[in-house]
């Protein structure tokens, strides 16, 4: 054991939701061990029961959601109405990933030599560590979760610190058989610990570039695959033939949603030619009115960083941007009072050098650019070293599809705000936003599996 994890509720620091003894090594070692036992009845299971199992789960999980959603807000202070769609998208998932598990397992490939059969099968990695962040405290456990399991694996869960108390309730509230999941309760030692495990046979991490990355070579050092996704500096193309207003309304919440807390989160607004006169001030009325506060409230859109070294990463980054000449048109200041809360900041003239244009600052931050033409727009779009989502607003078609084409992004939305995530269709960052392959859909089969090809030569 390796001391004490301790979660605070973000809107009210005093309120202590929970306190754990850290995991640590020692206790992902007792954890992969019980998994082993329990992995060669889940993976020999058939694919009805692994089915009826997950089915079973979803409807669990859907009878505790109003219960599960207070608790998101109390511990990661998510607005209420996002906790609701977050437990609802996960029940989704669940009931998704069921029918899945009956998808064909494999494919009969024409034979090289007369009379054999060439076959490709699908066989799960084994066990498989998941290490998620707090954002999404039910969402992407269960996005990692009901794949993983659906293809016949078993899973160990170390959850973000400032989210333990959701991951055990989901677990609890999941109820699966025994061993199949496992919650670890840790910090970064006890991640750490997962990966190197060698009773571990894949890795699958969510959360910030430079853990992704470590989590990625060390997975790397000890010969397992690993899927890493990361952060993302995500952009905004407006052009001059946009509906502005639609493309204020989109931005600001994408940006300003949940305090910018999301990997989606709108980071740069570039705005194309005559768009750079009008757009700003559709967005300041836009982002001035987005509801700051407690996030239990059905009208809040912002609700509080989580944690009092957040807040004072971004506010850092806001203040050295205008250190260096750049104005802040609205927000941008901590709120006096009980929580981590900060106004949403709306900040044009930033230099290209400063942490606002080129890293992921993890709040209610947007950072406005102007560009002379598209070609512009798309190469300062992708000046980073990020490639999770952008999106581009035109009325122009071709256009549209032009961009989509050249972002370097994994998620291109048209006309749409870069939050929002389709679980059954493939979701993962490009360049240094992801790693190892996409999550979510069919797509997370590639995975969660592995491929034996089978060659059956006469006579049989
Ligand atoms: P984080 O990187 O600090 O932590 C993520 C997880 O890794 C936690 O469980 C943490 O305890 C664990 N960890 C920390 N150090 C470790 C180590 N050395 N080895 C193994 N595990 C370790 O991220 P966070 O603050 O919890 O989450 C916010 C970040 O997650 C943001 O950067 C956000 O963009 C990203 N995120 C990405 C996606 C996506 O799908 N691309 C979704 C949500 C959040």
């Keep these: 054991m390796t001391g004490t994890i301790r979660s605070t509720s973000p809107q009210r620091p005093d309120d202590v939701v929970g306190e754990w003894p850290d995991a640590g090594a020692t206790g992902v070692d007792g954890a992969a061990g019980r998994a082993r036992e329990a992995l060669t009845g889940w993976s020999s299971a058939t694919a009805f029961e692994r089915s009826r199992v997950l089915g079973d789960a979803a ?50 490939l024409p034979p090289s030599a007369a009379g054999s059969m060439l076959l490709t099968r699908r066989r799960p990695r084994g066990v498989v560590g998941l290490i998620t962040p707090w954002n999404f405290p039910v969402a992407i456990p269960v996005w990692k979760l009901a794949p993983a399991l659906a293809w016949g694996n078993v899973a160990v869960l170390k959850p973000s610190p400032e989210s333990t108390a959701c991951a055990l309730r989901l677990a609890e509230a999941l109820d699966l058989p025994a061993g199949v999941l496992q919650v670890v309760p840790g910090g970064g030692g006890a991640g750490r610990a997962m990966v190197e495990h060698p009773g571990i046979d894949a890795v699958s991490f969510t959360g910030s570039a430079a853990v992704g990355h470590d989590v990625a070579k060390a997975a790397a050092a000890h010969g397992i695959p690993a899927q890493a996704e990361m952060g993302g500096q995500n952009p905004v193309v407006v052009l001059a033939d946009a509906d502005l207003e639609a493309a204020a309304v989109a931005v600001a919440s994408a940006a300003m949603g949940y305090a ?56 850092a980054a806001v203040d050295a941007a205008r250190s260096s000449g750049a104005r802040v048109l609205t927000g941008g200041a901590r709120l006096d009072g009980e929580g981590w809360f900060y106004t949403p900041a709306l900040v044009d003239g930033v230099g290209a050098d400063q942490e606002l244009a080129r890293e992921e600052v993890f709040g209610p931050v947007l950072a406005m650019f102007a560009a002379s033409d598209l070609e512009e727009a798309v190469r300062m779009a992708n000046a980073t070293r990020y490639g999770l989502v952008a999106a581009v607003f035109t009325r122009d078609l071709g256009v549209a599809l032009d961009a989509a084409t050249r972002l370097e992004a994994g998620l291109v939305r048209i006309n749409a705000p870069t939050t929002g995530v389709d679980f059954h269709a493939p979701f993962g960052g490009d360049k240094g936003s992801g790693h190892g392959g996409r999550e979510q859909g069919r797509a997370a089969r590639e995975f969660y599996t592995t491929t034996t090809t089978i060659t059956i030569a006469p006579p049989f």
């Design 59 to 108: 409807a669990r999980l859907a009878a505790v959601a109003d219960d599960l959603a207070e608790l998101l807000v109390r511990e990661v202070g998510k607005p209420i109405t996002e906790s609701r769609a977050e437990i609802a998208r996960a029940v989704a998932i669940l009931e998704f990933y069921a029918q899945a598990a009956l998808d064909p397992e494999g494919e009969v």
């Design 260 to 315: 910018g807390q999301k990997c989606t989160a709108a980071r740069r607004v570039i705005a194309v030619g005559t768009a750079a006169r009008d757009l700003p001030e559709a967005l300041v009325a836009r982002v001035e009115a987005l509801k700051v506060g407690d996030p239990a409230a059905s009208d809040t859109v912002v609700g509080p960083l989580i944690t009092s070294a957040a807040r004072d990463r971004v506010a």
